[in-house]
């Protein structure tokens, strides 16, 4: 069974950091594209973070860029956000997907079907 399990999420200050983390199981991640999406309720979810892991390519979008980190572990069948100084804007939940044969901003601006529990994230004072 092909599973995406995205975990790490929790309470955070403003300010503060969280790293995502982004489990294969029943496949392997190499020449996917894996994004993470954020969605808040009312609004569809947003691409935030996109990575190749087969030729590392990443795309963030402006909100986060200088904040966050995506990174790939293919020895763990893991993709990683690295999420720094929080703002309470980045609260929800966060969801990854993968698809192959696609770049990495296209990635972040398609729509997913997301197989995963999601995390939520909060950032609050």
């Known amino acids: 069974q092909l599973q995406l399990v995205e975990s790490g999420g929790g309470l955070a200050q403003p300010g503060g950091s969280l790293r995502l983390s982004c489990l294969a199981s029943?496949?392997?991640?190499?020449?996917?594209?894996i994004g993470w999406f954020q969605q808040v309720p009312g609004k569809e979810p947003e691409g935030v973070s996109c990575i190749s892991t087969s030729d590392g390519k990443k795309f963030y979008t402006d909100s986060v860029k200088g904040r966050f980190t995506i990174s790939n572990d293919n020895a763990k069948n893991t993709v990683y956000l690295q999420m720094n100084s929080l703002k309470p804007e980045d609260t929800g939940v966060y969801y990854c997907?993968?698809?192959?044969?696609?770049?990495?901003?296209?990635?972040?601006?398609?729509?997913?079907?997301?197989w995963g529990p999601g995390t939520q994230v909060t950032v609050s004072s």
């Open positions: 029943g496949f392997t991640l190499d020449n996917y594209v």
């Open positions: 997907a993968a698809v192959r044969r696609v770049t990495v901003q296209a990635m972040c601006l398609m729509t997913h079907d997301f």
